[in-house]
């Protein structure tokens, strides 16, 4: 069964474990190379009738969004957790993969043109697309040349919600499951772990709608004196409208001191909270 992908495996020297993997991140990934027109449909059907709101119950505990490196002020200390370049350098094994829902939805011929080999797994995740054919072993800085041309490509960068992650996504609002299920999300902010929003400086802002095009959750409007105009019911806090701004009028600033948050410290800690959201006790 782990080698049909419907098992995770664990091999440590001599010993073997097995564990049941969800369905995302899971299964749906662990089919990534074999993903055909009739998966990809059934994947989609599934989605639509009811896995789009699991993913918008759970989305804060899933997956955090983390700023571009680039769109925070050097003098702001920014948490290693909250740092991709420091998630990377301090993973042992790095494997890049492609990225399941641009796969899904090209089949489906929904996709966009952003690039597919995307997706980071860490650890013992990563050793598991290893042995599976899955995905490719790449070095720390190899990974961070991949990380800057999704920022270029205007993805959003999203690891799992510990401060260890298993892996981690550059994502897009039009094909992505948990940023295209936010995106229905009258108030998508709200339902994200994210320690940033933007900002603009409307005397600097010169109207020119480059980072309406950049922020893949439709956050950013102009207004009638043609400035953009940031609604914080739907930032998350990725920071792509900053690092392309000509004028430098938008900038990410940090959540108050009492909404900002720390991730679980650990993969398994992430999993405990999502199960007591489901109501499980311990």
Same mark, same amino acid.
């Given at each position: 069964? @782990?080698?049909?992908?419907?098992? &995770?495996?664990?091999?440590?020297?001599?010993? *073997?474990?097995?564990?049941?993997?969800? &369905?995302?991140?899971?299964?749906?990934?662990? #089919?990534?190379?074999?993903?055909?027109?009739?998966?990809?449909?059934l994947m989609e059907q599934y989605y639509q009738e009811g896995f789009k709101q699991t993913m918008v119950d759970n989305a804060e505990n899933f997956l955090r969004t983390i700023p571009?490196?680039? +769109?925070?002020?050097?003098?702001? #200390?920014?948490? @290693?957790?909250?740092? @991709?370049?420091?998630?990377?350098?301090n993973s042992k094994?790095? *494997?890049?993969?492609?990225?399941?829902?641009?796969?899904?939805? #090209?089949?489906?011929?929904?996709?966009?043109?952003?690039?597919?080999?995307?997706?980071?797994?860490?650890?013992?995740?990563?050793?598991?697309?290893?042995?599976?054919?899955?995905g490719r072993e790449i070095t720390a800085d190899e990974a961070i040349d991949i990380l800057k041309k999704?920022?270029?490509?205007?993805? *959003?960068?999203?690891?799992?919600?510990?401060?260890?992650?298993?892996?981690?996504?550059? %994502? %897009?609002?039009?094909?992505?499951?948990?940023?295209g299920s936010l995106?229905?999300?009258?108030?998508?902010?709200?339902?994200?772990?994210?320690?940033?929003?933007?900002?603009?400086d409307q005397e600097a802002c010169t109207g020119c709608e480059t980072c309406m095009d950049r922020c893949q959750m439709g956050a950013i409007t102009l207004t009638a004196d043609e400035v953009a105009h940031v609604n914080p019911d739907r930032c998350i806090g990725c920071?792509? %409208?900053?690092?392309?701004?000509? +004028?430098? @009028?938008?900038?990410l600033v940090p959540k108050e001191t009492d909404k900002q948050r720390t991730p679980p410290k650990t993969g398994m800690d992430q999993m405990m909270t999502m199960a007591q959201k489901r109501g499980i006790q311990f």
């Open positions: 069964m @782990a080698r049909r992908k419907l098992l &995770f495996r664990l091999r440590k020297g001599d010993t *073997v474990k097995y564990g049941a993997v969800p &369905f995302v991140h899971g299964l749906f990934e662990f #089919h990534t190379t074999e993903m055909s027109q009739t998966l990809a449909e571009i490196q680039k +769109s925070i002020d050097v003098t702001q #200390h920014v948490a @290693a957790f909250d740092d @991709a370049c420091e998630i990377l350098k094994k790095i *494997v890049v993969t492609e990225c399941t829902c641009r796969k899904q939805k #090209h089949l489906l011929g929904k996709s966009c043109e952003k690039p597919l080999e995307v997706c980071f797994m860490f650890g013992a995740m990563g050793q598991y697309y290893i042995d599976n054919q899955m999704c920022h270029e490509e205007g993805l *959003v960068t999203q690891p799992a919600t510990a401060q260890n992650p298993g892996g981690m996504c550059n %994502c %897009c609002g039009c094909c992505c499951g948990v940023l995106n229905e999300h009258p108030r998508p902010a709200e339902m994200v772990f994210s320690n940033y929003f933007a900002r603009v920071g792509l %409208c900053v690092t392309t701004c000509p +004028s430098e @009028a938008m900038a």
